[in-house]
């Protein structure tokens, strides 16, 4: 990508409406834009990286065996009479009236639907298990939308949804999304810390909310410190392996997590000091097993290897895309900007020319902009003819990991720089050398 056809819409002076960093830097590079309260629009910048975070997700949902598909945004009020969730939702549903009068909403979750869907085709526990996902907008009309996309009233979800014959089944179900996540959010260069979550009226110890440590976090959150050096599961792990994901699960549960609403101040006592941990955090993962809790009011029952039929017992798996974004800023920046982790960075590096109209440095560039791009990098070229020092600003400021500086001076004796923007470390190399290290 040229820089100078690209849309890259910089602000130079801080958004005084923004209170955290990660929704600071996201608007000063033109990342987002706010359409109304809450709502946001995705731009160029963000765009790329919202979309490689959910290639991130998608790989290791489809890992864990579950299956993409893709279900509306609107939803009739009906399947939610059936659930007995439509009168229960309150203000946070968004409620809407078609031209027959019908009234619809728009999802802030999908438990019903995909209910629905199930029951109308899978009669057989021969099925299963099944997990079906998508990765879809959903709206909550929060009653305070803040921090960006952070907590918008238009967001991003990938939500799975579990069927298993069994409760046993529905626990290895469980843990394959537990699995996925950990593997997901490393990935992203994040370490989320599951928490033993409020599972409401179902009870039992299956609700686990995967949170991000942060000072600006809205959770308050309390855990054993060893979590830092726990094994993210390798990506050849058997998902089959019941007793294997079992022992995963064990390992990551064995010291104590909790959110505020599930913190128990005489366990956590227990711990010693320099191990204890009090802080704050982003939920930024959220797994849930229910049973039967919609499959029994909405009648999603299969026959079992009995002749019986069997209500199934479901489980539902919500990862926010559009928070994750901010929450990775929030874990990686510094005063001169994003510094995004390779795995999600909108570019993979950024050519510089720091003479445009030079014939020598025009040359250089371009021969490095092809020659990474033919290897299948995704390359910002910046030719405008911007100061060197606005060159360099924006290279920071917009977080890419490599940037390649072609100055007239190195470029004569066929030469250019690289810097890395999170160590800063630079080092200068023959072009031949540079295109070899990037590709
Ligand atoms: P919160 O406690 O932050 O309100 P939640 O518990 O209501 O979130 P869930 O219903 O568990 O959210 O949804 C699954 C995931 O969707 C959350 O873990 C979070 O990553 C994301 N999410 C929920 N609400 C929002 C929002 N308003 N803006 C952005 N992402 C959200
Ligand atoms: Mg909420
Ligand atoms: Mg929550
Ligand atoms: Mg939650």
Redesign the pocket.
């Known amino acids: 990508m040229r820089l100078s056809r690209y849309f890259l819409p910089i602000l130079k002076e801080n958004p005084k409406e923004a209170e955290i960093v990660s929704h600071r830097l996201m608007l000063r590079t033109g990342m987002i834009r706010q359409q109304s309260q809450g709502i946001y629009s995705w731009l160029p910048l963000g765009k790329r990286v919202l979309d490689k975070v959910n290639a991130i997700i998608r790989e290791e949902q489809n890992r864990a065996g579950a299956i993409e598909l893709s279900m509306p945004t609107l939803q009739s009020a009906e399947l939610w009479q059936e659930s007995g969730r439509y009168e229960d939702y309150g203000k946070e549903m968004l409620r809407i009236r078609d031209r027959q009068d019908r009234p619809m909403l728009y999802g802030p ?1 999908n438990e019903e639907m995909i209910t629905d869907i199930f029951r109308s085709s899978v009669k057989s526990y021969k099925s299963l298990p099944l997990n079906l996902y998508h990765i879809q907008l959903k709206f ?1 009309d ?1 009653i305070r ?1 803040r921090f960006g ?5 238009e ?1 991003l ?1 990938k ?1 799975a949804y579990s069927f298993d014959l069994t409760q046993a089944d529905a626990i290895h179900s469980y843990n394959k999304m537990f699995v996925a996540y950990l593997r997901t959010f490393d990935r992203l260069g994040l370490r989320a810390i599951p928490m033993r979550a409020d599972t409401g009226p179902i009870g039992g110890n299956h609700s686990h ?1 995967f949170i991000i440590l942060a000072d600006t976090g ?2 308050e959150v309390f855990c054993h410190k060893s979590f830092v050096d726990f094994d993210i599961p390798s990506v050849d792990t058997d998902f089959d392996d019941v007793n294997g994901l079992q022992s995963i699960f064990d390992k990551w549960t064995s010291v104590y997590a909790a959110t505020s609403e599930m913190h128990d101040e005489a366990a956590f006592d227990t711990i010693s000091d320099a191990d204890r941990l009090s802080a704050r955090g982003i ?4 797994i849930f097993y229910f049973g039967t809790k919609y499959s029994e009011p909405m009648g999603a029952k299969v026959q079992g290897p009995d002749g019986k039929e069997h209500l199934v017992h479901m489980g539902s798996y ?3 895309p ?3 974004v901010p929450a990775i800023i929030e874990a990686s920046h510094d005063e001169n900007g994003i510094i995004w982790p390779a795995s999600v960075a909108p570019f993979d590096a950024v050519v510089i020319n720091m003479k445009a109209g030079d014939e020598a440095c025009d040359s250089t560039c371009e021969r490095l902009y092809a020659a990474l791009q033919n290897a299948g990098k995704d390359v910002l070229y910046d030719d405008t003819d911007d100061r060197a020092g606005t060159k360099f600003a924006t290279a920071d400021l917009i977080g890419v990991p490599v940037q390649v500086i072609a100055g007239p001076r190195a470029v004569a004796a066929g030469e250019v720089e690289l810097k890395d923007r999170k160590t800063g470390a630079r080092e200068t190399l023959t072009i031949e050398a540079a295109i070899n290290k990037l590709t």
């Open positions: 979750t909550r929060e939308p996309t952070m907590r918008s009233r967001f979800m939500d909310e809205e959770s939920e930024v993962g959220h919500g990862i926010g559009t928070r994750l």
